[in-house]
């Protein structure tokens, strides 16, 4: 068996996958969808305990959203990760979805999209743009309470840029 230095894991930690045991199955931090039908403190905690992630929330339609950062790189960080929770069910996750990766003009927003009746809607829209909403490049539709999400034609989806006029 190798033995790992100190000096290796900060090479090594994108091939770890941090794990705790639960109820008899593992819970790995480097497989989001084990998450779901968890509570969100919990995995809140375990991501916060690995020193590389951090969080921004959003009220969606029936439920919330918590997007979770990755600051292992603080100079690049990333959304990597959005999980949702019905507010039928409450803190537990329903539904966890991988965020693609971005290119470098490129904005993941999970709050103010409009474009479609329920209000539902997470996108990837152009940063570069100036404008007080931002049109969508992708976009999806969250079903809350099903932890599901479908992709949905961009037409008419716009995002609220936070950042316009500031």
């Given at each position: 068996m190798m033995k790992i230095s100190k000096f290796m894991i900060p090479f090594l930690m994108p091939l770890l996958?941090?794990?705790?045991s639960h109820g008899g199955s593992d819970l790995k931090l480097g497989n989001p969808k084990s998450w779901i039908g968890e509570k969100e403190a919990k995995i809140r905690s375990l991501l916060?305990?690995?020193g590389s992630f951090s969080f921004d929330g959003?009220?969606?339609a029936g439920g919330t959203g918590t997007l979770v950062y990755n600051v292992e790189n603080s100079k690049?960080?990333?959304?990597?990760?959005?999980?949702v929770t019905s507010?039928?069910?409450k803190n537990i996750i329903s539904g966890?979805?991988?965020?693609p990766k971005l290119n470098k003009n490129e904005w993941f927003i999970s709050y103010n999209c409009t474009g479609l009746t329920d209000q539902s809607v997470i996108a990837v829209v152009d940063s570069k743009q100036n404008h007080e909403r931002l049109p969508?490049?992708?976009?999806w539709r969250v079903e809350v309470d099903s932890?599901?999400?479908h992709s949905v034609p961009v037409k008419g989806i716009s995002c609220r840029n936070e950042g316009f006029g500031v």
């Amino acid at each position: 068996m190798m033995k790992i230095s100190k000096f290796m894991i900060p090479f090594l930690m994108p091939l770890l996958i941090f794990s705790v045991s639960h109820g008899g199955s593992d819970l790995k931090l480097g497989n989001p969808k084990s998450w779901i039908g968890e509570k969100e403190a919990k995995i809140r905690s375990l991501l916060e305990e690995s020193g590389s992630f951090s969080f921004d929330g959003s009220v969606l339609a029936g439920g919330t959203g918590t997007l979770v950062y990755n600051v292992e790189n603080s100079k690049k960080a990333r959304p990597q990760y959005y999980w949702v929770t019905s507010s039928k069910v409450k803190n537990i996750i329903s539904g966890v979805f991988v965020i693609p990766k971005l290119n470098k003009n490129e904005w993941f927003i999970s709050y103010n999209c409009t474009g479609l009746t329920d209000q539902s809607v997470i996108a990837v829209v152009d940063s570069k743009q100036n404008h007080e909403r931002l049109p969508a490049l992708r976009a999806w539709r969250v079903e809350v309470d099903s932890g599901k999400f479908h992709s949905v034609p961009v037409k008419g989806i716009s995002c609220r840029n936070e950042g316009f006029g500031v």
